[in-house]
């Protein structure tokens, strides 16, 4: 006559989708939403919609350092 309950302890990540275990994760460093541990690992901080709010960094330096060798 017991139930057999079962309970769950998986969040779904913000930032990839994959469900992980509650304990294995990171808070979004901006909202506070679930960023699961494998994404962590890749350098991965933000879920999706506060990655979607934050401009794209430019691929190329803005100010270039210039470099004076020695001429021969």
Do not use: Q
Not at 25 to 39: A, K, L, N, R
């Amino acid at each position: 006559m017991a139930k057999n309950l079962r309970e769950k302890d998986v969040m779904m990540c913000r930032s990839c989708g994959n469900e992980e275990r509650a304990s294995e994760g990171y808070p979004c460093s901006d909202c506070g939403t679930f960023v699961c541990i494998i994404c962590n690992f890749r350098g991965v901080t933000l879920c999706k919609s506060c990655r979607a709010k934050r401009p794209e960094p430019p691929l190329t330096p803005i100010n270039s350092t210039k470099i004076d060798w020695p001429e021969h």
